[in-house]
């Protein structure tokens, strides 16, 4: 059924205050809505910038890790370093404390040819404990080199003997040949076949 309005007859009906208060609702409705957008645009930009500030704080930390790990390690390393230099060190000194000047100059005595002298010996400990003799011998004659470096290698106390250098004194000098040479050293015991003899005694 269609509503006719015919305002000139009674009773009258008027939908204005239902218009007003409809338009009301829907101002407010609008306004509410406006606000809601911008808090809902204000709440995202305030989670982007918090999400930012957390990726940031979470990168630095990530980066201070591992600086801290690299100091450790490098910490870590340098007192591996330390001790290993420390141990090679206490390694030397007992070394240097165990040589025996007795055996050596005992085993040269028995290995040199009789007429090689010594004039100079000088011990030398590397990092492994290895000892290295340093050598200054004196001959008359130059085939001495050769009989002197063939004996201390049928030793085995010496290993990988060098000779170093060649050297022919003054005439009239009493030994007119000298000769350096140099060489590995294990000091192992004499036994008692080749303890020492004069070099009268040697054969």
Do not use: C
């Not at 100091?71 to 060190?89: H, I, P, Q």
């Not at 080199?145 to 003054?170: C, H, M, N, Y």
Request: charged share 25%; net charge neutral; hydrophobic share 45%.
């Amino acid at each position: 059924m269609s509503r006719t309005f015919n305002f000139a007859r009674r009773p009258f009906h008027d939908d204005r205050p239902v218009f007003l208060a409809t338009g009301l609702l829907f101002f407010f409705g609008a306004v509410l809505m406006v606000a809601n957008l911008r808090v809902f645009t204000e709440y995202r930009r305030e989670v982007a910038d918090t999400r930012a500030d957390i990726a940031a704080l979470e990168d630095r930390q990530t980066r201070a890790a591992r600086k801290a790990d690299a100091a450790k390690a490098a910490v870590s390393a340098y007192t591996l370093s330390a001790l290993a230099e420390e141990s090679r060190g206490l390694a030397l000194l007992v070394a240097e404390r165990r040589f025996s000047w007795t055996t050596l100059l005992a085993r040269l005595e028995r290995t040199l040819p009789s007429d090689v002298g010594l004039a100079h010996l000088q011990p030398r400990f590397d990092k492994d404990g290895e000892v290295l003799l340093d050598m200054q011998l004196y001959a008359r004659k130059r085939e001495a080199v050769v009989q002197t470096i063939a004996a201390l290698a049928r030793d085995p106390a010496f290993g990988e003997v060098d000779l170093k250098s060649e050297t022919t004194a003054d005439p009239g000098m009493p030994d007119p040949f000298q000769f350096s040479l140099s060489s590995q050293y294990e000091p192992l015991p004499l036994s008692r076949a080749g303890a020492p003899t004069s070099r009268g005694e040697r054969p």
